[in-house]
């Protein structure tokens, strides 16, 4: 099992950036391809962006695309998420999931392992 920790959000103005963080424990980090969601009040979760074991992959959904980045660091057990030009509709709570399969369609159900969510609000 993995045990994952958001951190990193907060308020921003529209146009600014935040990175968001997600610290791993209790397993393998590297064992597991690591993903970014996050979920709107009164909208389903939505993914974001997945990057692979060795970080060799990345995809990001058309709607982050160009703004938001992904990236991991193995050695320190930690996966990141990069958000630039941020828009009020980015406002969400955030959250890392982990799985041990690569799988870019973004179903909520196929993670086993999620964290307790870091709430990022754009103001305009």
């Known amino acids: 099992q993995v045990q994952l920790v958001e951190s990193g959000g907060g308020l921003v103005q529209a146009g600014g950036s935040l990175r968001l963080s997600c610290a791993a424990s209790g397993s393998t980090f590297s064992s597991y391809a690591m993903a970014w969601f996050r979920q709107a009040p009164g909208k389903e979760r939505e993914f974001v962006a997945i990057?692979?074991?060795?970080?060799?992959?990345?995809y990001v959904a058309a709607s982050v695309k160009g703004r938001f980045t992904i990236s991991r660091d193995n050695a320190k057990n930690m996966g990141y998420l990069q958000m630039n030009s941020l828009q009020p509709e980015d406002t969400a709570v955030y959250y890392c999931?982990?799985?041990?399969?690569?799988?870019?369609?973004?179903?909520?159900?196929?993670?086993?392992?999620w964290g307790q969510g870091t709430q990022v609000t754009v103001s305009s």
């Open positions: 999931a982990a799985d041990r399969r690569y799988d870019i369609s973004g179903q909520v159900l196929k993670y086993d392992y």
């Open positions: 990057i692979s074991r060795s970080a060799v992959s990345t």
